[in-house]
């Protein structure tokens, strides 16, 4: 099968964004009904390079283009159709530049060092609050990505990440939620 054969599914989740609400869920819904020879077109009012990266997981690779300041729109395939995304390929994986951490820390400074039985879990600190979604999840999201098994993924958000919650549910990763005074909450994630 062509592309231009090919049925093209379309979301645009621009109307959630600006009004500050999560459109994480109704984009992982749309995935899930993909069919492997369909094109998923996602518009966002900026670049999705977590989502790329989650997605890529998830068996589709995704190529991102700028139409205007706040049009992004990111064509998704099955990798078994990559061709599709045009011969020059330009397609995104995640990449540590791309991700914008605040207040980033880390205890040790390599994920990426050979397995080592004897070392001590790692634990990533992400301060979420103050992000529009689906920034907050997307970037917990990578760094258990980029986590290995037994590492932590500590975050603190403006509340409790009710979507990320189900994510890491069907993820089969154990988490522990604080809800803090002023309403935020803190997420202790273990990657198993």
Known sequence: MERKEAKVVELD???QLRKKLEPFQLIMDTVKTLDKDEVFLLHATFKP???LGLLKMKGLIGKTEQISKEHWITTFVNKHNKSW???????YSINENDIQYH???EAGSNLESEVDTERESKIIKLDNRSLEPPK???RTLAAIDRCRVGDEVHIHNDRVPVFLIEELNSLGCPFEVEDQA???AKVKIRKV
């Open 13 to 15: 989740v621009r109307p």
């Open 49 to 51: 390079t977590p989502l």
């Open 85 to 91: 995304l045009e011969e020059d390929d330009n397609s």
């Open 103 to 105: 207040n980033f820390e």
């Open 136 to 138: 907050p999840m997307m």
């Open 182 to 184: 002023d309403g935020s």
